[in-house]
């Protein structure tokens, strides 16, 4: 499966953004799906991720309650909602998938075998 991310850009602290990752040559619903970002100088950090079957969500302690994860399969895409962002998420987003994820790897990047390409958000306070 090859995954696209877009829908960053730059917006103001407090403000919304959806980022979407859509699939092509391959059927996501079939995967399960992690959104990872990585800020300058900084290490990868897990976001949030939903399983492929049952559609469980996980988040990271940062952004629960302000970060919703979802999947609309009809459209072979996963979207990650963000609100109340803070200076803090400035980063770039990554979204990221494999088959064969059991429930304590999905917030580790390294068990992720496909890899879209970066999309930046950039908060400003």
């Known amino acids: 499966v090859q995954l696209q991310a877009s829908g960053g850009g730059l917006v103001q602290a407090g403000g919304s953004l959806r980022l979407s990752c859509a699939a092509s040559?391959?059927?996501?619903?079939?995967?399960?799906v992690g959104w990872f970002r990585q800020a300058p100088g900084k290490e990868r950090e897990f976001v949030a991720a939903?399983?492929?079957?049952?559609?469980?969500?996980y988040y990271a302690d940062s952004v629960k309650g302000r970060f919703t994860i979802s999947r609309d399969n009809a459209k072979n895409t996963v979207y990650l909602q963000m609100n109340s962002l803070k200076p803090e998420d400035t980063a770039a987003y990554y979204c990221?998938?494999?088959?064969?994820?059991?429930?304590?790897?999905?917030?580790?990047?390294?068990?992720?075998?496909?890899w879209g390409q970066g999309t930046q958000v950039t908060v400003s306070s």
């Open positions: 990221a998938a494999d088959r064969s994820l059991i429930t304590s790897s999905m917030s580790n990047g390294d068990h992720y075998h496909y």
């Open positions: 040559e391959g059927t996501l619903s079939g995967y399960s």
């Open positions: 939903i399983k492929r079957s049952g559609g469980a969500t």
